[in-house]
C-alpha cells in the first residue's frame, strides 16, 4: 500500500498544497518553516485520526478558515481508492471514499496505517500522561476497529457529567425549571453510561498494551543490548476493572466516596482519560532514571513495536513517516535507519538539508517549489466527483432494474 497523491486545502500553513508520492522512499527537502511536518502530519490525522502535536482540531485548520480538508489517494495492488477528511472548527469531522456518501471521520480511521518517527517521541518517555494516552488511542485507532467510535461515545459521556458536575457545584446558576433533584438523577444515568463505557474502553486498553509489550521489550533489547530490560505497564484510573471479577458495583461506590471532590471541582476525577502508561527499565521508572538517550532509544523502541504489531495482525507494512529525525542521528544510525526504510513500501522522510541524509534512491519533493505551485489545480477533485457521479449512475441502474 501506498500513497500516490496528497492534497491539502486550508490545512495549518498551507491554504493548498498538492503532491504526488512514489512507492518506497520520499524524501520532502527544505529549509524549516516551509510546511514539511504539516504535510506528514496530514496523513498521520488522516490514517489516525489525531496528531501528536496537538490534542486539538483547532490548529490544523488554517487561520481565518472555518475547515481544513485532507485528500489522498491510495494504490493498495490493484485496487485504487481515495480518501477525503473535512476537519471542522465547529461540528463533527466528517470523511468520503471514493466520493460516496458523508462519513463520520472514524469510517476511515486506520484504513491507511501509518506510524510516524519524530524528535518529540521522547516526551512518549519523559511527558505528561496526556502525551501516552495519545499514543495509546493513536495505537487503538490502527489496531481495534471500533475503538475510535467507543472513544468518542466515552468522551460525549464525560463531557455531559461534567457539565452536572458543575452545575451541581454552581447552586446559584442552577436553573430552578431544571432543579438540583433533576441534575443529581441526570449525573445518576450519566455517571452509569460513563462506567459501562469507561469499563469497555479501559479492558481494550488492556489488550492493547499487551499486545505490544512483548515487542517492546525485544526491540529495546535489540536496539541497547540484551541485558537492558525495558518494560511497559498500562496503568487504568479505573483500577476495579483488573481487580475485580464485579468492577460496575465497585467504580461506583468509588465515585460515591469522591462525590463532593467531583462537585467542588468540576471534574471527573476518575476515568480512562486519566490513565497512563508507565515504562521502565531495569525495574526502574525510566520517566526518573533514564537517560536522555536511553528515553529516545525506548521511545524508538514503542514506535517500533506498534509497526511491528500493526504489520503482523493486519499482514500489510504501514506507511512509514520519519519527520526530521536524522538530523539527530550519527552517520551510522542514518544507515540503519535508511536500511529499513529500503524495506518498506512507502516511506516519507522530512530534511531541511540534503546533508541530513545518505545518498540513497528516493523520490525527492522540493518543498520549495511545493510553495510556488501551491494553487494549481490536483485534479482530484474532479477525480472524487467523476467516482461520486458514476457511483450514482450504478445505483440509478439497479434501481431501473429493479
Known amino acids: 500500500m501506498y500513497i500516490s497523491r496528497l492534497a491539502l486545502d486550508h490545512y495549518r500553513s498551507w491554504e493548498r498544497c498538492v503532491l504526488d508520492f512514489e512507492p518506497g522512499v520520499?524524501?520532502?527537502q527544505g529549509s524549516n518553516g516551509l510546511g514539511k511536518t504539516n504535510i506528514v502530519e496530514a496523513l498521520e490525522v488522516l490514517s489516525t485520526g489525531s496528531s501528536h502535536r496537538t490534542s486539538s482540531s483547532l490548529p490544523l485548520i488554517e487561520r481565518g478558515c472555518t475547515s481544513a480538508t485532507i485528500r489522498a489517494n491510495v494504490e493498495d495492488g490493484r485496487n485504487r481508492h481515495s480518501y477525503e477528511v473535512t476537519i471542522a472548527a465547529?461540528?463533527?469531522?466528517?470523511?468520503?471514499?471514493?466520493?460516496?456518501?458523508?462519513?463520520y471521520m472514524r469510517d476511515v480511521i486506520g484504513r491507511i496505517p501509518s506510524v510516524s518517527f519524530t524528535p518529540e517521541d521522547q516526551r512518549l518517555i519523559s511527558g505528561d500522561p496526556a502525551t501516552r494516552r495519545n499514543f495509546i488511542n493513536q495505537a487503538g485507532a490502527l489496531l481495534i476497529p471500533y475503538y475510535m467510535e467507543r472513544l468518542q461515545q466515552f468522551t460525549h459521556?464525560?463531557?455531559q457529567r461534567t457539565a452536572l458536575l458543575k452545575q451541581l457545584g454552581d447552586r446559584g446558576d442552577t436553573n430552578p425549571q431544571y432543579g438540583r433533584q433533576a441534575a443529581l438523577s441526570g449525573l445518576e444515568i450519566w455517571?452509569?453510561?460513563?462506567?459501562?463505557?469507561?469499563m469497555a474502553l479501559t479492558r481494550d486498553r488492556s489488550a492493547l498494551i499487551e499486545r505490544l509489550a512483548e515487542p517492546f521489550n525485544r526491540v529495546y533489547a535489540s536496539l541497547a543490548g540484551n541485558d537492558q530490560q525495558a518494560s511497559l505497564h498500562y496503568e487504568p484510573s479505573f483500577d476495579e476493572v483488573m481487580l475485580y471479577d464485579e468492577p460496575a458495583a465497585e467504580i461506583s461506590r468509588h465515585f460515591q466516596r469522591i462525590y463532593p471532590g467531583e462537585v467542588a471541582?468540576?471534574?471527573?476525577?476518575?476515568?480512562?482519560?486519566?490513565?497512563?502508561?508507565t515504562l521502565t527499565l531495569n525495574g526502574m521508572p525510566a520517566r526518573e532514571f533514564a537517560s536522555n538517550g536511553e528515553m529516545w532509544t525506548m521511545a524508538l523502541a514503542l514506535?517500533?513495536?506498534?509497526?511491528?504489531?500493526?504489520?503482523?495482525?493486519?499482514?500489510?507494512?504501514p506507511i512509514v513517516i520519519l519527520d526530521d529525525v536524522f538530523a539527530q542521528l550519527d552517520e551510522s544510525r542514518r544507515e540503519q535507519i535508511l536500511d529499513f526504510a529500503g524495506r518498506?513500501?512507502?516511506?516519507?522522510?522530512?530534511?531541511?538539508?540534503?546533508?541530513d541524509i545518505p545518498a540513497?534512491?528516493?523520490?525527492?519533493?522540493?518543498?520549495?517549489?511545493?510553495?510556488?505551485?501551491?494553487?494549481?489545480?490536483?485534479?482530484?477533485?474532479?477525480?472524487?466527483?467523476?467516482?461520486?457521479?458514476?457511483?450514482?449512475?450504478t445505483a440509478e441502474r439497479k434501481e431501473d432494474e429493479r
Open 360 to 393: 540513497t534512491q528516493a523520490h525527492v519533493i522540493d518543498v520549495a517549489a511545493l510553495r510556488e505551485h501551491a494553487g494549481e489545480d490536483d485534479g482530484l477533485v474532479t477525480m472524487m466527483a467523476a467516482l461520486a457521479a458514476g457511483r450514482s449512475a
Open 344 to 355: 518498506q513500501d512507502q516511506v516519507l522522510i522530512t530534511v531541511a538539508a540534503a546533508s
Open 303 to 317: 514506535k517500533m513495536a506498534l509497526y511491528e504489531t500493526v504489520r503482523t495482525e493486519q499482514q500489510a507494512k
Open 157 to 159: 459521556v464525560a463531557k
Open 191 to 198: 455517571t452509569g453510561q460513563f462506567i459501562d463505557i469507561g
Open 265 to 277: 471541582r468540576g471534574q471527573n476525577l476518575i476515568g480512562p482519560h486519566r490513565d497512563d502508561l
Open 26 to 28: 520520499n524524501i520532502l
Open 90 to 103: 465547529r461540528g463533527a469531522n466528517r470523511a468520503r471514499i471514493d466520493g460516496g456518501s458523508s462519513l
